[in-house]
């Protein structure tokens, strides 16, 4: 073989894999493109449920809202001081759905036996003009906290709706299991 034909081979052979490097760069872009677009959706989802959630507990004159998606705590002021409350794990059940509250106190205490309420349904309307429609509700009880701070987690059986279908969970009525541990009213 002739040095210009190994030339000529080994410029085609570069060709060739430049060629085969660059289609796995726009692949790989195409790619990271597509999950960078996922995640901007998921961040635009979750901040305009975040303002519902915000507006909802604005006007909420008994209990705090936590709306699935919002990936946020709210905070409601208990008989037993103020509670930080969030929703996670929030899967499918073969008659609803199934979710994990996380309820967090914020004093340094632990906190007493208590017991509470929790509704959940669905959100038509806007915020600014709602009506909560399908509502389902039930109590709980928690016993007394080792712990300071508390940190309680309490599963929950949401039924009659999936998690696509579940617009708000609602939680109410906290109180302690002793009427004497009742915090004064601010």
């Not at 490097?21 to 305009?48: D, F, I, P, R, Y």
């Not at 004093?107 to 915020?127: C, M, N, R, Y």
Request: net charge negative; hydrophobic share 40%.
């Amino acid at each position: 073989m002739t040095n210009s034909y190994l030339r000529f081979l080994l410029a085609c052979s570069l060709v060739s894999l430049s060629a085969c490097a660059q289609q796995t760069q726009v692949h790989q872009m195409k790619s990271e493109v597509g999950s960078l677009n996922q995640e901007m959706a998921q961040l635009a989802e979750q901040a305009v449920k975040l303002t519902q959630q915000n507006a909802l507990n604005a006007k909420s004159t008994t209990g705090v809202y936590l709306l699935p998606g919002s990936q946020t705590p709210a905070r409601l002021n208990s008989q037993l001081g103020n509670l930080q409350m969030s929703l996670s794990a929030i899967t499918p059940e073969a008659n609803g759905s199934r979710a994990m509250l996380m309820i967090k106190g914020e004093s340094h205490d632990p906190l007493p036996a208590f017991s509470g309420k929790v509704e959940w349904g669905q959100i038509q309307g806007t915020t600014d003009s709602y009506q909560e429609v399908n509502v389902q509700s039930q109590q709980f009880s928690v016993p007394a906290s080792l712990l300071a701070p508390s940190d309680i987690s309490i599963p929950l059986r949401l039924s009659g709706l999936s998690p696509e279908q579940l617009g708000f969970v609602r939680i109410h009525d906290i109180q302690p299991a002793d009427p004497s541990q009742a915090l004064p009213a601010r």
